[in-house]
């Protein structure tokens, strides 16, 4: 299984941007699939869940209302559009997929993980 991120880059403050995640060798319609970033000297922060039962959405309080985060079963992918970006979203965005379910804000639960992507908010 691999998930590929693309989409980042560098904006400016207030800006917007649309991550991809695409998968291969696994389907993300029966995983839950989430975004993480991490900033320099940080830990890993969760961003944004879709949940496989419902496709209900859940999001870090710090990107709630700015990011939101979809599914395409069709092109076995998944997005998170970025708006309204502030300096303290730069940071690596991965992608990940977590079957187990247990607790889908947690990275040590997520068994799949992307490369990662830049994106670098300029103020």
């Known amino acids: 299984a691999q998930l590929v991120e693309s989409g980042g880059g560098l904006v400016q403050t207030g800006g917007s941007l649309r991550l991809s995640c695409v998968a291969s060798?696994?389907?993300?319609?029966?995983?839950?699939m989430g975004w993480f970033r991490r900033a320099p000297g940080n830990k890993r922060e969760f961003v944004a869940a879709i949940l496989r039962s419902d496709s209900t959405t859940v999001y870090g309080n710090s990107v709630e209302g700015r990011f939101a985060i979809s599914r395409d079963n069709l092109k076995n992918a998944v997005y998170l559009q970025m708006d309204g970006l502030k300096p303290e979203d730069t940071a690596v965005y991965y992608c990940?997929?977590?079957?187990?379910?247990?607790?889908?804000?947690?990275?040590?639960?997520?068994?799949?993980w992307g490369q990662g992507t830049q994106v670098t908010v300029s103020s």
């Open positions: 990940a997929a977590d079957w187990s379910g247990r607790s889908y804000r947690e990275p040590s639960e997520y068994e799949v």
């Open positions: 060798g696994m389907y993300v319609s029966v995983y839950n």
